[in-house]
């Protein structure tokens, strides 16, 4: 899978970027690196790439910055933030901007690796699917073009929170728990990973059912969450 693939590591560690591209380089991959954040910015706008690994403390432009410019303009490129900065607080705010995905340095270049080759897999599956439509009473999501509407209005989600209700549509009916849902969409059950999904969860409902009636997400106490229409 990873022939032809080409990521950009945006990282102003030098041994730390090139480490990591002699290792994708040995894997088949082609990589190209950026040692500042606008020039980074710059590449990832003006060349194409299949997926970004993306540090936050950048000379020039920090790494939430850049994945926020970069989202406006690539909205389904697959960024993975690399960061010494682990508080759940550090990882919320680098999904808000729309990252995908959020590994704490250090880190074992296998774990980087499976982590790249999940979202390069769902990326490869997503180009070749047609049109996918998903719906729950007037709820509906189309995964191609990535709007999300209820009773006809648009709503904005950043990509987590599009990913998160994808799989709760797909799920619906069924309780699912934090473990279930921290190891299909963040890769991983850490404690704080569980909490971050419950201010996802929290995101959500403000997005898609706050002003809506009737409400689609429900909690099942010491369960999980489970999608229903009632």
Excluded at 31 to 59: H, R, S, V
Excluded at 160 to 184: H, P
Excluded at 204 to 216: A, V
Aim: proline share 2%.
């Amino acid at each position: 899978m990873s022939e032809s693939q080409n990521i950009l590591i945006i990282e102003d560690d030098q041994r730390i970027a090139q480490n990591i591209s002699k290792g994708l380089e040995e894997k088949g991959f082609l990589t190209q690196i950026a040692f500042d954040g606008k020039i980074g910015l710059k590449m990832a706008l003006n060349k194409e790439f299949d997926l970004i690994l993306l540090d936050l403390n950048l000379p020039g432009m920090n790494g939430y910055e850049v994945c926020e410019e970069v989202r406006k303009r690539k909205a389904d490129i697959p960024i993975i933030m690399l960061t010494a900065l682990g508080e759940t607080e550090d990882k919320i705010e680098g999904f808000e901007k729309g990252a995908d995905d959020y590994i704490v340095k250090p880190f074992d270049f296998r774990e980087l690796l499976a982590r790249i080759n999940v979202f390069l897999k769902r990326r490869n599956a997503d180009n070749y699917q047609g049109i996918n439509h998903l719906k729950i009473l007037d709820l509906e999501m189309d995964l191609d073009s990535k709007i999300v509407t209820r009773q006809g209005m648009n709503i904005e989600l950043t990509p987590k929170e599009f990913l998160l209700l994808e799989y709760l549509i797909k799920n619906k009916g069924k309780v699912v728990s934090k473990v279930d849902i921290a190891e299909s969409l963040w890769e991983q059950n850490s404690q704080q990973s569980l909490n971050v999904i419950e201010v996802y969860i929290n995101f959500l409902r403000k997005k898609i059912d706050k002003d809506f009636h009737p409400k689609l997400i429900h909690t099942k106490t010491g369960m999980g969450y489970i999608l229903k229409e009632e």
